[in-house]
C-alpha cells in the first residue's frame, strides 16, 4: 500500500491551493510552496530575478518546461560580475530551451517573483533564489531576515500579469538573451494596476514612502537590509522632529560593506538623531525591506531597499497595503526580532563604530623650510566623514577648525585637505587631525610639525589698554623682527587706523629675555607707547590692535584687546554771582563734555529755575588749558554769562546754580554759589 501511493500520479495527489499568505524564513519553509506550484502548473509560468543560485527552482523550471509547460524568464546577465554562482542557472535554462530576455538599461532587474498563470498565483519578495533566502539553516540561530508574499489576490496577480507583459514586450528595456522564436507577444490581457502596488522605476517608491512618513502620527518601525539614500533618511529626521518613534533594524555587514560605505552615513546619522538602531544578531544577514506605519496601520515590503538605484533606475516591485492582517502579520515579526522573545538572539544593540586612524599624507612630520603658504593633507579611511583640525605654534596644539564635513577617502590617493591661513616665516606649528562619524565617534591621529623658511616673522603684541577707558588712555605693547627693525606703527580700532601718538625704543627687558634663546641680537628696547583719545569713539565695546610695517615691508597686527568706552562726563562750572546783589547781577561760568556738546542750560535759585538773559560760547582760555591734558579736542570757548534780575528774589540768603543738558541727553549740575539780595 505505501509503495502505492508513493507511485500515485501528481494529479492523484492533494494539490495545494491558491493561497494568500505571509511567510517567515526565519522558521519556515518558504521555498516548498513554490516548487509545489512549479510541479502543479498546466498552463504557464513566468519568473523574474536577479540572482538564481538554488538549483532547486532552476530543475523545477526545466521539469515542467520539458513536460510542457510554457515557461518566460526575465533575468539580469549583471549578477554573474558580482556573484559568479548565478552563471550555472542562467545557463541551464537557456540550454534546456526555456525563452529568455535580460536587462540592458542601466540599473539592474531586482525582481524576484513568481506567476502562476493556471492557480492565479503570485510569489514576490525581496528574497534571492538561493538556497538560504527561503529556508533556515537552523531555525532563529542562522536565517535571512525576509518577508515572502504569496498571493492570489486578483488585483496584484492581474498587476503582476499586465507589467510581466509589459516587460517581455519591451524592445528598449530588454533584449533576447536566448530561445526566442518569433514576434514577443503578450500572453495576458490588459489589466490596470492595484493602486496598492509600486513598480519602480516607473513609479517612485521614495516618493511613495517617503509621503507615508509624513503622515504617520505614532511609530513606524523598519526592517532595511541597505540605506544609502538621504532623502529617506531626511524624512525619518524629519518624523522624529514631530516626536514620531522610529525603529530600524538593519544589517549588521552591510554597515561596514567597504562597497557601500554610504550605507554607514546613513544609518549613523539616523542613530545620532534618535532613531532606535537594532542590529541582527542571528548567523545570517538582515536582507528583508519591510516599513510598517502604526498610525495609518499600513505596510510597505517588497524589493526596493532604501537606495537611489531602487527607485530611480532599477526594476522593482513593491507592495503598499492596509490589509490589517499584513499589519498585524509583521508587527508581530518586527516586535518578535526587537525584543528577542521567541528565545533567540535573533537582534541585538547598535553600537556605532569609530573611523580609521586618520593617515597623513603632507606635510612631513617634521619637516623644515615649509612654504607659508600651507594646506594639510590625509587619508581619513572610508568610514570618516567630519574632521576637527587641530593647530597652532604649540606642541599641544588648539582646536583650529571643527566639524569639517569633508567625506571619506575611497581609495589611497584620495586626500580630505584644509588649507590653513598665511603662515609666519621661520616658525615651527603642529597639527592633528581627528576623524568623526556621522556618529561622531572618534579617531584622533597623532600630532605632527613643521617648519616655515623664509625670514624671521615679525612678532607684535599689543599689552594696553583693555577694559572700561574714558578720556585719553594710554597703550603699549612690543614689537620686532629678529635681524631687521620695524619701519611704521599703527594703531587700529575695529580695523580702522586712528591717530594716536605712537613712542617707539620703549624698555622692554622681559621680551628680551623671554626670545633671547630664538634671536640672540634682539634688543632690550623693543616696546611702544600711544596715547588713544576715547573720546572721539562712540560709547561701548570696541577691538583696539597695533599693525606694524616691518623693514621688508610686510605687514603684521598683533592681537586685539577689548576696551569698553565710557563717554566722558559734563562738567560745569559756575563762578558767580557770589555774595551780596541788589538790582541786576552779573554772572557765568564755563561747561563741557568732551567730545560731546552742551544743549541746553538752566540756572536755578534754591533749586528752582529762574528766568535768565544767557550768553554761551565765551572764550575761556584758562578751562582749554586746564583740561587739554585730559581732552586734547575742548575747545576754548567753552564759557557763558548770564544777568540775573535779583529784584525778582526775596530779599536774604540764596543759593545759585547752573543745570546743563548735554549731547547724551545726560543733566549735569554746577556747584553752588551763595548770594544775599539786598
Known amino acids: 500500500m505505501l509503495g502505492l501511493v508513493a507511485l500515485a500520479p501528481a494529479s492523484a495527489r492533494a494539490q495545494l491551493a491558491p493561497q494568500e499568505r505571509l511567510c517567515d524564513p526565519s522558521f519556515q519553509d518558504c521555498r516548498a510552496d513554490i516548487l509545489t506550484y ?327 612630520d617634521g619637516a623644515a623650510a615649509q612654504s607659508t603658504t600651507m594646506t594639510l593633507r590625509w587619508n581619513g579611511g572610508l568610514w570618516g566623514q567630519i574632521y576637527d583640525i587641530y593647530f597652532g605654534a604649540s606642541p599641544n596644539p588648539p582646536l583650529f577648525a571643527a566639524n569639517q564635513q569633508l567625506g571619506p577617502s575611497q581609495y589611497s590617493t584620495d586626500y580630505r585637505s584644509y588649507t590653513l591661513p598665511p603662515l609666519q616665516t621661520q616658525t615651527t606649528y603642529y597639527w592633528k587631525i581627528v576623524s568623526k562619524t556621522m556618529a561622531y565617534v572618534t579617531a584622533e591621529g597623532p600630532v605632527w610639525s613643521f617648519t616655515t623658511g623664509g625670514p624671521a616673522p615679525t612678532l607684535v603684541r599689543l599689552d594696553a589698554p583693555t577694559g572700561s577707558v574714558t578720556g585719553v588712555v594710554g597703550g603699549g605693547g612690543w614689537a620686532f623682527r629678529c635681524g631687521g627693525s620695524i619701519r611704521s606703527y599703527a594703531v587700529l580700532v575695529d580695523g580702522a587706523a586712528v591717530s594716536a601718538s605712537v613712542a617707539t625704543g620703549v624698555y622692554r627687558p622681559d621680551v628680551a629675555n623671554a626670545f633671547a634663546s630664538q634671536c640672540p641680537s634682539i634688543s632690550s628696547n623693543t616696546g611702544f607707547n600711544f596715547t588713544l583719545d576715547t573720546t572721539r569713539l562712540a560709547g561701548g565695546t570696541h577691538q583696539v590692535s597695533v599693525q606694524v610695517v616691518d623693514d621688508l615691508g610686510r605687514t603684521t597686527s598683533s592681537n586685539a584687546q577689548s576696551v569698553t568706552v565710557v563717554p566722558a562726563r559734563t562738567r560745569v562750572w559756575l563762578d558767580g554771582p557770589v555774595g551780596t546783589v541788589t538790582g541786576t547781577a552779573g554772572g557765568g561760568g564755563w561747561a563741557f563734555r568732551c567730545g560731546g556738546s552742551i544743549k541746553s542750560y538752566t540756572f536755578l535759585v534754591d533749586g528752582a529755575q529762574v528766568s535768565v538773559t544767557l550768553k554761551t560760547g565765551v572764550l575761556r582760555g584758562d578751562v582749554a588749558s586746564a583740561f587739554a591734558g585730559e581732552c586734547p579736542s575742548i575747545s576754548k570757548t567753552t564759557g557763558y554769562s548770564i544777568t540775573l534780575d535779583t529784584t525778582k528774589l526775596k530779599t536774604g540768603s540764596h543759593q545759585v546754580q547752573m543745570q546743563v543738558i548735554d549731547d547724551l541727553g545726560q543733566s549735569s549740575t554746577s556747584n553752588a554759589q551763595n548770594i544775599t539780595v539786598r
Request: charged fraction near 20%; aromatic fraction near 14%.
Open 38 to 364: 512549479i510541479g502543479q502548473e498546466r498552463v504557464g509560468i513566468d519568473v523574474a530575478f536577479w540572482m538564481m543560485s538554488d538549483a532547486r527552482y532552476s530543475n523545477a523550471l526545466v521539469g515542467a518546461w520539458q513536460r510542457g509547460v510554457p515557461v518566460r524568464v526575465l533575468m539580469d546577465p549583471r549578477c554573474a560580475s558580482a556573484h559568479p554562482s548565478c552563471q550555472a542557472a542562467n545557463d541551464q535554462l537557456r540550454d534546456a530551451g526555456i525563452p529568455m530576455r535580460y536587462r540592458i538599461t542601466s540599473g539592474i532587474l531586482h525582481w524576484k517573483m513568481f506567476l502562476f498563470a493556471g492557480q492565479q498565483q503570485v510569489e514576490f519578495s525581496g528574497a534571492n533564489l538561493v538556497p538560504f533566502e527561503f529556508v533556515p539553516e537552523i531555525p532563529y540561530v542562522n536565517y535571512t531576515d525576509e518577508v515572502i508574499y504569496y498571493t492570489n489576490d486578483p488585483p496584484v496577480v492581474n498587476s503582476f500579469m499586465t507589467k510581466f507583459d509589459d516587460l517581455w514586450t519591451s524592445a528598449t528595456e530588454f533584449a533576447n538573451y536566448g530561445n526566442i522564436n518569433g514576434p514577443l507577444i503578450r500572453n495576458y490581457p490588459r489589466y490596470s494596476i492595484d493602486p496598492d502596488m509600486n513598480f519602480p522605476p516607473d513609479d517612485s517608491y521614495r516618493a511613495r514612502s517617503t509621503a507615508a512618513y509624513a503622515r504617520e502620527a505614532l511609530r513606524i518601525d523598519v526592517f532595511m537590509f541597505r540605506i544609502t539614500d538621504y532623502q529617506q533618511t531626511s524624512a525619518v529626521l524629519a518624523a522624529l522632529g514631530r516626536s514620531i518613534v522610529v525603529r530600524l533594524i538593519t544589517d549588521e555587514t552591510e554597515y561596514r560593506n567597504p562597497d557601500r560605505l554610504w550605507d554607514a552615513y546613513n544609518v549613523d546619522i539616523m542613530h545620532h538623531a534618535g532613531v532606535q538602531v537594532r542590529l541582527d544578531a542571528h548567523q545570517g544577514i538582515d536582507h528583508e525591506k519591510a516599513v510598517m506605519l502604526l498610525s495609518q496601520r499600513l505596510s510597505i515590503f517588497g524589493s526596493s531597499n532604501w537606495t537611489s538605484p531602487s527607485t530611480d533606475t532599477q526594476r522593482e516591485h513593491n507592495y503598499f497595503t492596509t490589509k490589517p492582517w499584513v499589519f498585524d502579520w509583521l508587527d508581530a515579526q518586527f516586535n518578535r526580532k526587537w525584543n528577542n522573545s521567541a528565545g533567540y538572539a535573533e537582534t541585538k544593540p547598535f553600537v556605532p563604530l569609530p573611523p580609521d586612524v586618520p593617515a597623513y599624507a603632507a606635510p612631513a
